[in-house]
């Protein structure tokens, strides 16, 4: 095994292929899986086996050309197909000396059986990680082989004796066989979910086509595992001490994350969206997958309901199985990538907004990775257009705003893990600000049941203010962006009449708006906008948003002193060294062309606050980006808006940097009509 020349030697004369073809015939004859007892096979047979594998597991071991030509042989599969049938997972446990097969109670063949699966892992092993991509090497017709270990660690009801006594030499060796079996399983199981898509189309095509994987209901089995699977009653049998017990029971942990991931990878699949929602019967929207992910999000609040109340917890609760919900709200999470999933998931039978919206799913105390889960789903739903008023209606009846926000999710911390969960709950605010007022109306105002919490822009603000993360900045901010566009973009009305009196409803409902206008109208909100604008010079479409909002929130006169105030704010940008004094010199005609490869740059511009960035995208010459024409035309925009609320000398400084560029662009030729309109207005604006 450490001599390639005469490895070299032994692949030329074919004596891989012939031991591959000699495992072949044993494989022939083989039962379909999944196999309840093991191959009945003579101790010598089973010897000439393992020896091949072990023979083929030196020939190859870091030596490419072997691997190669044995994986063109598909002899990971032969091996693994055998090593199923020679020693199916957990079948010692309640073989009988009584049956038809009487030498499966002998210790000597046990031992050999399991030794020889031990050595085709190895095999396997060695050969998964090839790096070829012309040979795949574990392809779709693994997966029906790689569950069977699955079913072994499900509960039996005949509660069956094992074929060892406790004392036994054998038994220990015998589970760490059984463990070994589920954890390659497993492991393979989640790294082809993860990057082969073959795998992760078909484990979903066999949830409803049983020929997929030959009559064996692989993803079935992965989820019956995930929900069902224990611990084995021969770990106890065993007597096992306390720390190898510990250590069993953290890599059976392991073995079902890993199962979670793949299952969550497959529901992610995009060829899997149509696959996985079956609407083939109509009581069950979504077909069996959506069904059981849904059910363990419910079956969760209401059991650990029942852990709180007068009546103790069946014993098929799963109350302590955060694993569960975690799978079920990610796998939803990615099928309700589209609309008119999210309205089910939201409607009868399912109505999930209120359980996602539970206590026990969104609150202080609840997991991390559990909160993932459902802000991520929420996520997902809460981007609805504002036209799918189920959505919106099912989000505001929940009341899920004030729920993140109560949740403690925008608190102070400090790990990645923290970070992407904050960024999902901005995520889910974020889109329900951008389409319903109302949701607005519970992000901006106090909560009447818990007055004396910071509101959730509040808390967003702050996030925004302390964190070092350039997604959650951007994201926070943007929040603010949409809040504005929707409190400037609707107009409650407060004088409707019926009956000839004031209508109550419309009333209130203007005090709110107005309430929620006097929140937001502030100094941190409006060095918020102009920083968005300021920091975003990569990014045309935050720019651009980020003008709109602050046009919008320069429409009253308290707003445009605000945001006029903070345009000189330093943003505490490095400038480059070589930044030349006259940064933002007028143009010249050359410079309105975009700038050709060829063309020398000395810098890329840096602003050193918000009203330089105006500067830079109305000049639109040497930036990180092109900024697009209707961008520039909203820079003029904005200036108009400032210029019809505010005067004063800030207002001058602001004309004095503006007015190069201005003047050197109308005195352009090749400036496109909707641009060069913009810059006639703004110019009249400032005659």
Not at 236 to 264: M, S
Not at 360 to 381: C, E, F, M, P, R
Not at 606 to 632: C, G, I, Y
Not at 645 to 661: I, S
């Amino acid at each position: 095994m450490d001599h390639d020349e005469n490895r070299g030697r032994l692949l030329d004369s074919g004596f891989p292929q012939a031991v591959v073809s000699l495992l072949e015939g044993y494989a022939e004859n083989l039962p379909q899986p999944s196999h309840t007892r093991s191959l009945e096979l003579s101790i010598p047979h089973l010897r000439v086996i393992k020896t091949s594998i072990g023979a083929l597991l030196n020939a190859s071991i870091g030596y490419d050309p072997v691997q190669i030509r044995l994986i063109s042989l598909e002899a990971p599969l032969t091996i693994l197909k055998l090593s199923t049938a020679v020693y199916p997972t957990g079948y010692w446990y309640s073989a009988s000396t009584n049956g038809p097969h009487p030498a499966v109670g002998h210790e000597d063949e046990w031992i050999l059986r399991s030794s020889l699966s031990n050595w085709a892992w190895m095999a396997i092993s060695e050969l998964k990680d090839v790096k070829d991509d012309t040979l795949p090497v574990l392809t779709p017709d693994f997966l029906p082989l790689l569950v069977q270990p699955l079913s072994a660690f499900l509960p039996d009801p005949s509660h069956p004796q094992p074929l060892f006594d406790e004392s036994s030499e054998l038994l220990n060796g015998l589970i760490d066989a059984d463990l070994e079996n589920l954890s390659e399983a497993c492991m393979l199981i989640e790294s082809l979910s993860l990057d082969v898509d073959d795998i992760r189309v078909s484990l979903a095509r066999g949830l409803h086509s049983p020929m997929e994987h030959n009559n064996i209901p692989c993803l079935s089995i992965i989820l019956d595992f995930i929900e069902r699977a224990s611990y084995p009653t021969s770990w106890t049998y065993a007597a096992l001490d306390v720390t190898d017990r510990k250590h069993k029971e953290k890599t059976f942990n392991i073995c079902k994350a890993a199962l979670i991931k793949a299952v969550v990878e497959v529901a992610g699949e995009d060829r899997n969206a149509d696959i996985l929602w079956d609407n083939s019967v109509s009581e069950i929207p979504g077909g069996n997958f959506v069904y059981k992910m849904a059910d363990w999000l419910k079956r969760y609040v209401k059991d650990l309901d029942a852990t709180t109340s007068e009546h103790s917890s069946s014993t098929q609760s799963i109350f302590d199985r955060e694993d569960m919900v975690i799978c079920a709200s990610l796998s939803l999470g990615n099928l309700a990538r589209q609309e008119k999933k999210s309205a089910a998931l939201v409607s009868p039978p399912y109505s999930l907004v209120p359980i996602l919206a539970s206590h026990h799913l969104l609150s202080a105390s609840t997991d991390i990775k559990v909160k993932h889960g459902v802000l991520g789903l929420l996520k997902h739903l809460a981007q609805a257009a504002p036209s799918s008023t189920v959505i919106h209606n099912a989000l505001k009846e929940s009341e899920i705003i004030q729920k993140i926000a109560k949740s403690g999710v925008w608190d102070e911390k400090g790990d990645a893990m923290a970070d992407v969960v904050q960024l999902s709950a901005i995520g889910v605010v974020k889109h329900m600000a951008g389409a319903n007022v109302d949701h607005v109306y519970a992000l901006v105002l106090p909560s009447a049941q818990s007055p004396e919490l910071p509101t959730g822009l509040d808390q967003i603000l702050a996030l925004v203010k302390r964190s070092d993360s350039v997604p959650i900045k951007s994201e926070g901010s943007r929040v603010l962006v949409n809040i504005v566009r929707a409190l400037r973009g609707s107009k409650p009305t407060s004088d409707a009449v019926v009956v000839g009196n004031v209508d109550k409803d419309a009333q209130e409902k203007q005090k709110k708006h107005n309430a929620a206008l006097r929140t937001v109208i502030t100094p941190e909100s409006a060095l918020v906008l102009t920083r968005l604008v300021g920091f975003s010079g990569k990014y045309p479409l935050l720019v651009n948003e980020g003008l709109i909002a602050l046009t919008m929130f320069s429409m009253s006169k308290e707003g445009a002193s605000l945001v006029l105030d903070v345009l000189t704010a330093p943003l505490g940008l490095e400038l480059p060294l070589d930044t030349p004094v006259d940064a933002m010199s007028p143009l010249t005609a050359n410079d309105l062309n975009v700038s050709s490869p060829s063309r020398a740059r000395v810098h890329l511009n840096t602003p050193r606050h918000p009203l330089d960035m105006l500067v830079f995208v109305l000049k639109n010459v040497d930036n990180p980006a092109n900024f697009p024409t209707e961008v520039r035309a909203n820079v003029c925009s904005f200036l108009i808006q400032l210029t019809k609320h505010t005067h004063g000398v800030k207002l001058e400084q602001v004309k004095e940097a503006m007015q190069p560029v201005l003047e050197s662009l109308l005195a352009s030729s090749g400036v496109e009509e909707r641009l060069e309109n913009a810059l006639h207005r703004l110019s009249e604006a400032w005659s």
